[in-house]
């Protein structure tokens, strides 16, 4: 199983709790992106969020940045919002950072959003998410998997592409592109439908909970004549590794805590709930916020209900310390990576 991280950005925070420049957090995340290759990660995947405390609004941008600086890790957004950008140019961002790489370490994640700051920032409609993902996710597919450089494409979310170039091309072929989704049975029975990977962001509940879903897509996959190999699963969910199980928790809390007021501001959310917290950080939680042993057993677990290929995680939350964040990946790709391998192997 592929073992990795994924962010947002995450704005640093004063002693006094307020917000540090938004370049640093970009800086911050290449720094960490970096990181996880020298030790080893499988993945990292950059998020798309446009607000002063998660400020990675560009994931094509620190992509291709991140692709002259690694060597080895799988880079790819976790997600693009695809409803409320052009997919001509999420697409030639990606393969520019293809071609920077050398080929076949960069994929696209295309994803609806669970924020909707995208449509006022870019002049979309809140009314027009179903229809503008699904057209565009059209058009991005059509773009890929063309097999020359010009591209014919009619639909309602943009204007009509009539034979033409939409360059660079990736270097060996068409690029992976999954579809994100937070639960959607709809999303999950499209994914298979249409012979694309799936990611489930898992941020709550029970993880075991998607099996079901996982159940549809493999099935839709199926009717729709798509080789079963090609039915992949991936898992984004939050998440931090420490040396020890308390070491995780007093580490992961406080940037628990500030996100959710500031969801809570922005989206009606309750109060936060410290024992909610705590629930979620032991199985079968959401939150993957332990020790090797521990956050290694759990991805275990719930690969018995969704034979996920790869399961990546979001530490950098809340201005959570960024030595907190580099010690997470390195425990993550060291310690709780070869976990997995060996508790995968004895099952």
């Known amino acids: 199983m592929e073992i990795g991280a994924y962010s947002f950005g995450d704005t640093p925070l004063n002693p006094d709790g307020t917000p540090r420049p938004t370049a640093e957090a970009i800086r911050n995340l290449f720094e960490a992106i970096v990181h996880a290759d020298k030790v080893g990660l499988d993945y990292f995947g950059v998020g798309e969020h446009h607000t002063t405390s998660m400020p990675a609004s560009s994931p094509g941008t620190l992509i291709a940045a991140a692709a002259a600086a690694t060597t080895q890790i799988t880079l790819g957004s976790a997600a693009s919002i695809i409803g409320t950008d052009d997919p001509v140019r999420v697409f030639q ?11 076949g370490r960069i994929e696209i994640t295309a994803g609806r959003g669970s924020s909707v700051e995208t449509f006022p920032l870019f002049g979309y409609d809140l009314a027009d998410y179903d229809e ?7 058009l991005l597919m059509t773009i890929n998997d063309s097999t020359t450089e010009h591209v014919s494409w009619a639909g309602t979310a943009r204007p009509a592409l009539a034979n033409l170039a939409v360059v660079p091309r990736p270097v060996n072929g068409p690029l992976p592109i999954w579809l994100a989704t937070g639960g959607n049975a709809a999303s999950s029975a499209r994914a298979g439908s249409l012979g694309l990977p799936i990611s489930y962001g898992i941020i709550g509940g029970a993880p075991h909970r998607f099996a079901p879903l996982a159940q549809l897509y493999r099935a839709s996959a199926a009717q ?44 009606g959310w309750p109060a936060p709930d410290k024992r909610a917290y705590l629930a979620q950080a032991e199985a079968p939680g959401a939150y993957y916020v332990g020790d090797p042993d521990d956050v290694a057993e759990r991805i275990v677990h719930l690969h018995g209900h969704l034979g996920q290929m790869r399961h990546f995680l979001q530490t950098d939350i809340g201005g959570l310390p960024h030595e907190h964040f580099i010690e997470s990946l390195t425990l993550l790709a060291t310690e709780v990576k070869p976990r997995v391998e060996r508790l995968l192997k004895a099952q």
């Open 93 to 103: 961002q990606f393969a520019t950072a293809d071609a920077i790489s050398g080929g």
């Open 132 to 138: 503008l993902y699904a057209d565009k996710l059209q």
């Open 224 to 267: 729709a004549g798509h080789p079963a190999e090609n039915a992949k699963v991936s898992v984004a969910a939050l998440g931090l590794v420490a040396p020890t199980k308390g070491e995780a928790l007093d580490r992961f809390y406080p940037g628990w805590n500030n996100l959710n007021v500031e969801m809570g501001r922005l989206r």
